[in-house]
């Protein structure tokens, strides 16, 4: 792979992204962290912890379309490999999402603003979670925009794991006995996410046809 | 039943060899054993819908490997991934239904595809992309965003993808569909060109296609090879085998009222039935008949 290939790629991928999908998720999330500074409003640690997850869900929503790519049949067959066009998507939207998160960060007043490493790792790990699961749409399926499925999943298994005990659960409140735990859990979480995501991304893609995600022929 | 290639009427080196090529899908067997010699100019592929034909380019086009068997592009062996690398950067391909970033023009489209095939210097790789945009003939509309482009001026703009490169290797998935008579008349000079000095595997439903473009034709059912021959050859399998009667004949294969109120049978015919010059269509309809059709022309 040559730098020349390289950078002249970075101006079609940028155009390919998919940037709206990623505003909303982002700016809905930008939105809910700044509702904690309207005046007269003192959120407790626990608002502060409930609404940095819920930015973290959002921003990873959003992220979840980034593989989204109506044009991978037709760019099917080519030399310069998926993974490499993957991961530049990815290396572009990185500067934004750190920016973005912190930005996020910083809009929780500093009396309610739950430990950020720790919510970091949730927000690191829930966006692996979103790149993992399209990813692994893409491997298995014909689908080109696995982004809205996926962004599904993502929601459902999210608010499924608020359901679950704090002894098993992901999202455990601050100073409990369970929080280092489950902050073990999504760093387990994390490494899992981004080995599927590594696992799924390479070619030729193994396929198993569904038949709702195959439009084409046999 | 013989799935090889018995009947390879092209002259030349083989470009393309594949022996024994699966593939399933589940428990779908989309491809069985399927062997072919592929020689420089056009190949038709037939078949009916489910017959295999898209299965049988996406992996001749390494978008997926085969479960079993092997082939070769232009001696690439496509199972490593430097022989993918390599054959890849000798491939065209066209796919069933081909997507587009909507907001990209025709030339930034073509542009791009034309850099994922590493045509990194920019001057050159522009010439290239204006180049085949003026063969698809969108040369006028090549600033106008895709999702403003009629269906048929999309198609136009993945063969141009797929020409970009002068790619020695071009798989063209029923590159007709959505394209008015003009378009398709156009098409056909484009692979007519392309066959010059090129392997063109072309999939279609269209037997004209076939008849005009191809030196060679491969009818595929249920994932097998059931034809390999010329277009003639397909054709003289159905001399005989076509009549004309007043009414349906019960005993043919398949007839259907003409234009002028008489009806076109084929299969068996009646003795002293009054028989017509069959077509390549005919040929081919008598190819898919039964499994016991016979493989060699």
Request: charged share 20%.
């Given at each position: ?46 608002t502060g912890l409930a609404v940095l997850r819920m930015v973290a869900l959002f921003g990873a929503l959003g992220l979840a379309f980034l593989l989204d790519d109506p044009a991978r049949h037709t760019t099917t067959g080519v030399p310069v490999r998926r993974p490499l066009r993957a991961g530049l998507r990815l290396t572009l939207v990185a500067p934004f999402m750190a920016a973005w998160w912190t930005a996020a960060l910083f809009l929780i007043p500093a009396a309610s603003r ?105 | ?199 063109v595997l072309l999939s279609t439903h269209q037997t004209e296609d076939v008849a005009m473009l191809c030196h060679r034709v491969v009818v595929l059912t249920h994932g097998r090879v059931r034809f390999d021959g010329t277009p003639a050859e397909l054709t003289a399998r159905a001399a005989g085998r ?56």
């Open positions: 792979m040559s730098r020349a290939l390289l950078w002249a790629l970075v101006p079609p991928v940028w155009r390919a992204l998919p940037w709206r999908a990623l505003a909303v998720g982002g700016g809905l999330g930008l939105l809910l962290a700044a509702s904690t500074r309207l005046p007269d409003s003192t959120p407790s640690s626990e739950p430990p950020a490493g720790f919510l970091t790792l949730e927000a690191l790990a829930l966006a692996a979670c979103a790149l993992a699961l399209p990813a692994t749409a893409i491997r298995f399926t014909t689908e080109t925009e696995p982004g809205r499925i996926a962004a599904f999943w993502l929601g459902i298994t999210s608010l499924a794991a608020c359901l679950v005990p704090d002894k098993w659960g992901l999202f455990v409140a601050e100073g409990t006995g369970e929080w280092d735990t489950a902050h073990m859990r999504w760093a387990v979480l994390l490494g899992l996410a981004a080995v599927l995501w590594a696992t799924c991304l390479p070619e030729p893609l193994r396929r198993r046809s569904v038949p709702h995600f195959t439009p084409t022929g046999v | 039943m013989t799935t090889g290639p018995l009947n390879d009427p092209a002259s030349g080196p083989t470009t393309v060899s594949a022996t024994g090529l699966t593939l399933r899908y589940g428990g779908t067997r989309a491809l069985d054993a399927v062997s072919l010699e592929l020689t420089r100019g056009v190949t038709g592929l037939l078949g009916p819908n489910g017959a295999g034909k898209t299965s049988l380019l996406r992996v001749l086009a390494t978008a997926v490997p085969p479960d079993s068997g092997a082939f070769t592009v232009l001696g690439h062996d496509p199972s490593t991934t430097k022989g993918r690398l390599a054959a890849r950067r000798t491939l065209g391909y066209l796919p069933q239904t081909p997507g587009f970033h909507p907001d990209f023009t025709a030339f930034a489209f073509v542009d791009y595809v034309a850099i994922l095939k590493e045509l990194t210097d920019r001057a050159a790789r522009h010439r290239e992309v204006r180049r085949v945009l003026e063969a698809v003939d969108l040369e006028d509309v090549r600033g106008k965003r895709i999702k403003r482009l009629s269906g048929g001026m999309r198609q136009r703009v993945a063969l141009a993808a797929a020409l970009v490169g002068d790619p020695e290797f071009l798989v063209l998935d029923e590159p007709t569909v959505g394209l008015d008579p003009e378009q398709r008349m156009r098409f056909r000079e484009l692979v007519a060109e392309a066959g010059e000095g090129r392997t076509v009549w004309v009667s007043a009414q349906r004949d019960p005993g043919a294969l398949a007839g259907w009222r003409t234009g002028t109120g008489t009806f076109r049978n084929i299969g068996e015919p009646p003795t002293g039935a009054d028989l017509l010059e069959p077509t390549l269509e005919d040929g081919y309809l008598l190819a898919l008949d039964g499994e016991s059709t016979e493989v060699t022309a």
